[in-house]
């Protein structure tokens, strides 16, 4: 069960460096923002890496209840 808990913190970790990642801006991209490539980034976010995310921790939950 302790190993599912700090895999289920592991994730959520990863979860929040991928999403600070993708939506990191400089001041260099501040002057051309662009509403497209931040909605291209969130997009690649919500449709391929949380349904992985969301498999993972439903993994790490079942080997925490099951254990």
């Known amino acids: 069960m302790n190993i599912a808990i700090i895999f ?21 991209e501040d002057k051309k923002y662009d509403s497209g490539k931040s909605t291209s980034n969130m997009l690649v976010l919500y449709i391929i890496i949380l349904p992985i995310l969301v498999i993972l921790v439903g993994i790490a939950a079942s080997m925490a209840v099951f254990s």
Do not use: H, N, S
């Open 8 to 28: 289920v913190i592991l994730i959520g970790i990863a979860a929040v460096a991928i999403t600070l990642g993708l939506t990191k801006i400089t001041d260099e």
